[in-house]
C-alpha cells in the first residue's frame, strides 16, 4: 500500500521532471566550470562562482512545484501521516539535487567546487521551501531568485564575519559563517515545511459564504 | 489596440518590468561609475554591457507576461474570442517592452544628465549603440513570450532569466569569437573604441528580425516566421564572417589630442578631455620637478592617443596616462594615486627578456623604490633613510643622481644601479 502511496505520490508531484532538470542542471554546470576555470585569463577554478551561485539557485527552483499537490487543502483532509511525508520528500530531494551537483564540482572541490556547491543546495532549497510555505508552492521561487541574484550581483569582495552571513552563496567553502548560514536557513525553512506545508493557493482556497 | 495597450500598462507585468529595469539600471550605473562618466560613448557601451542582466530580466518579465492566461486558467476563454490569437499576444509582448525600456532609460537619462555637465567629445554613434541595446531589449521580452507560450511552468520566467544571464556570459567572454556580435552585449572595451557602422546596421536588422521571428512563432503565424527567420538568416552570415570583437579601432576624433598651454604640456584625448584640469594638477607639479633633466619626459599624455605602434616602455618624451576608469559620476578624478602611479614608467629599469619577463636583483628593486618616491616627491616615513639621505643632498645633486639613474635604468645596467642605491 505504501509502495504505491509512494508511486502517486512521486508521479502527483511531478518527482521525475525534478531530477531530470536536476541532472541536466548538474551537466551544465560542470562544463560550464570546466570552461570558466581553463580560461587563461580568469583565475582557475576561483572563476567557478557564478556556477556554485547559479547551479543550486536553479536546481531549488525545480523543487519549488514539487513541494504542493494541485489541492493542499484536500491533501490534508487526508488521514495520512503528512509530516512524515513532507519530511521524507524534502530530505530525499535535499540530499539527490547536493549529491549530483556535488558531483559537478569534483576538481579541486575546497576551491568554489563540490562543497560550495553542497551547501549553496542547502541554502537555496531552504529558501524556496521557506518562501512555499510563506507564499504557496507557486511563488516559492522568488524569495531565493531575488536574494541570491541580488547577492550575487551586489556583495562586496571584501571578506568578513558578516559579509560571510548574508551573502553565503559567494563565499568560499573554507568560510565556516557562510556554512552555519546556509544550514539554519534549511534548518528553519525544513521545520516550517515539515510543520505546517506549504500555502495554499488563495485562489483555490475554499470560502464559505456569508 | 490601444486601449488593450493601456490597459496592460497599467495592469499587467509592465509596470513591474518597468520598476525592476529601472532598479537594474541604477544599480548598474552605481556600481562602476567609473566606466562612463563624463563620455557619451560611455555611457551607451556600458548601457550594452549592461544587457548581460538586463536582457535576462526582460526575458523574465515576458515569460511571466506571457504566461498569465494560463497561470489564471483564462487561456481556453481567450481562445474562444473571435480577435485574432496574435493580437493580444502582441500587446502584451509591447506593453512589456515598452514599459521596460522607459524604466531603463529613465535611469539612464539620470546618468545623462550628469554626462552632460561635462562631456567633451558627442560623436562615436554613442546614440545608434544605445538605439540598437532598445532593440535588444525588444527581442528579448519577445523570447520570454515565446518561453512563456511553450513552457507550461510557473518557474519558466525566472529559469529562462538565469539561463539567458549564464548564455550572454559564455557568449561574451569567448575570446573575441565572431558570434559575439549576434549577442546585444558588449565586451567592456575601451570608450574610444569604435564599432563599425556595418556591424552596428546588421545588429539592429538580426534583433528586429529575431524579434519577429519569436513573436510569430509564439502566435502560430508560421508563414511570417518562416519569412523573417529566412532575414535573420541572412543577416547571421554577414555577421559571423566578419572581423571578431578583437582589435577595435580607436575613434580618430575621440582620441584627437587637446593640450595645456601653459607649464609642461598634459594633453589628454578629447574624450577624456573634461578631465584635463585635474590631471594637470597631478601631472605638472611631477613633469616640472623632471624638467631639464637628460632622460625625463616632458609632457604627459593620454593612453588613449597612443599610437598603436608606440611602446609605453621606449617612449622616452612622453609618460602616458590611463584615463579609462579615471572618472567619478560627477565628472571628477577618481584616483590621484592611480594617476601618479603611471608616472612610474619613467623610473621602470628595463630589464626584461624577449619574453617580457623581469627577473630584477631586489637591490635593484629597492633603487627604483627611491628614485620613483624622489620624483614623486613622497614623504619620506623616519626609518627611509635613503630618501632622507637623498633630500639632504643640494638640488643640482639630486637632479644628477635622478637622471644618473634614468640612464642606467634604461641600460639596464644592474651593478650601476645598485651603486646608485648604495650610495644613500
Known amino acids: ?210 | 489596440m490601444r486601449r488593450a495597450l493601456r490597459v496592460e500598462l497599467r495592469r499587467g507585468t509592465a509596470p513591474l518590468a518597468a520598476a525592476a529595469m529601472f532598479g537594474a539600471g541604477v544599480w548598474m550605473l552605481a556600481v562602476h561609475p567609473d566606466d562612463w562618466a563624463g563620455r557619451w560613448a560611455g555611457l551607451a557601451n556600458y548601457l550594452r554591457v549592461s544587457m548581460l542582466i538586463l536582457c535576462a530580466l526582460m526575458i523574465a518579465a515576458g515569460a511571466w507576461q506571457s504566461g498569465r492566461e494560463r497561470r489564471r486558467d483564462i487561456d481556453e476563454l481567450i481562445a474562444s474570442t473571435p480577435r485574432p490569437g496574435w493580437q493580444p499576444l502582441v500587446v502584451a509582448w509591447l506593453a512589456v517592452t515598452v514599459a521596460g525600456a522607459a524604466g531603463l532609460l529613465v535611469a539612464f537619462a539620470g546618468a545623462g544628465v550628469l554626462v552632460a555637465r561635462v562631456a567633451t567629445y558627442t560623436g562615436g554613434g554613442w546614440w545608434w549603440t544605445m538605439t540598437v541595446g532598445v532593440l535588444a531589449l525588444a527581442a528579448a521580452a519577445a523570447v520570454g513570450v515565446l518561453v512563456g507560450r511553450l513552457v507550461p511552468l510557473r518557474v519558466a520566467a525566472p529559469i529562462a532569466g538565469l539561463a539567458t544571464y549564464l548564455g550572454l556570459a559564455i557568449v561574451t567572454y569567448w575570446d573575441g569569437t565572431t558570434a559575439a556580435w549576434l549577442s546585444p552585449v558588449y565586451g567592456g572595451w575601451a570608450v574610444y573604441s569604435l564599432v563599425p557602422d556595418r556591424v552596428t546596421a546588421l545588429q539592429a536588422a538580426w534583433l528586429v528580425g529575431l524579434t519577429i521571428l519569436l513573436l510569430a512563432a509564439a502566435a502560430r503565424q508560421w508563414r511570417a516566421a518562416l519569412l523573417t527567420g529566412g532575414l535573420a538568416v541572412a543577416v547571421i552570415v554577414p555577421i559571423t564572417t566578419g572581423p571578431g570583437t578583437h582589435r577595435l579601432p580607436a575613434d580618430p576624433a575621440a582620441v584627437t589630442l587637446v593640450c595645456t598651454s601653459s607649464g609642461p604640456q598634459v594633453c589628454l584625448s578629447r574624450i577624456n578631455a573634461f578631465l584635463l584640469d585635474d590631471v594637470t594638477k597631478v601631472a605638472q607639479p611631477i613633469l616640472t620637478r623632471l624638467d631639464g633633466i637628460p632622460g625625463a619626459p616632458r609632457r604627459a599624455a593620454d593612453q588613449a592617443a597612443r599610437p598603436a605602434s608606440q611602446s609605453i616602455e621606449r617612449d622616452d618624451s612622453t609618460v602616458w596616462l590611463n584615463l579609462d576608469y579615471q572618472s567619478t559620476a560627477l565628472g571628477g578624478l577618481a584616483s590621484r594615486k592611480n594617476l601618479r602611479a603611471d608616472f612610474r614608467q619613467v623610473t621602470r629599469a628595463r630589464c626584461e627578456d624577449p619574453f617580457g619577463t623581469r627577473s630584477i636583483d631586489q637591490r635593484v628593486y629597492r633603487t627604483d623604490t627611491l628614485a620613483t618616491d624622489w620624483m614623486l616627491n613622497e614623504a619620506a616615513t623616519p626609518d627611509d633613510m635613503p630618501l632622507t639621505r637623498l633630500r639632504a643632498l643640494s638640488e643640482p645633486a639630486q637632479r644628477s643622481w635622478f637622471a644618473a639613474y634614468l640612464d642606467a635604468a634604461h641600460r639596464c645596467d644592474t651593478s650601476a644601479l645598485i651603486h646608485l642605491g648604495e650610495q644613500q
Open chain 1, 1 to 210: 500500500m505504501t509502495g504505491r502511496l509512494l508511486t502517486l505520490h512521486v508521479r502527483s508531484r511531478g518527482a521525475s521532471m525534478f531530477v531530470v532538470g536536476v541532472g541536466v542542471i548538474t551537466l551544465l554546470a560542470w562544463a560550464a566550470g570546466t570552461w570558466l576555470a581553463s580560461r587563461p585569463y580568469f583565475d582557475g577554478p576561483a572563476a567557478r562562482v557564478p556556477v556554485v551561485a547559479l547551479a543550486p539557485l536553479l536546481a531549488a527552483l525545480l523543487l519549488g512545484p514539487t513541494l504542493a499537490g494541485a489541492d493542499e487543502d484536500l491533501e490534508h483532509s487526508t488521514p495520512l501521516p503528512w509530516r512524515a511525508w513532507r519530511a521524507g520528500h524534502l530530505l530525499v530531494a535535499a540530499f539527490v539535487t547536493a549529491m549530483a551537483l556535488s558531483l559537478a564540482g569534483l576538481r579541486e572541490s575546497h576551491t568554489f567546487g563540490a562543497h560550495a556547491l553542497v551547501r549553496n543546495a542547502l541554502g537555496c532549497i531552504g529558501l524556496v521551501v521557506g518562501g512555499a510555505v510563506l507564499l504557496g508552492a507557486r511563488l516559492a521561487w522568488l524569495p531565493a531568485f531575488v536574494y541570491v541574484c541580488a547577492v550575487y550581483a551586489a556583495a562586496p569582495r571584501q571578506p568578513g564575519t558578516v559579509v560571510a552571513a548574508w551573502a553565503w552563496p559567494i563565499q568560499p567553502s573554507t568560510t565556516a559563517t557562510s556554512w552555519l548560514t546556509a544550514a539554519t536557513i534549511f534548518a528553519v525553512g525544513a521545520a516550517g515545511y515539515v510543520h505546517g506545508g506549504a500555502r495554499a493557493s488563495a485562489g483555490r482556497r475554499y470560502r464559505p459564504r456569508r
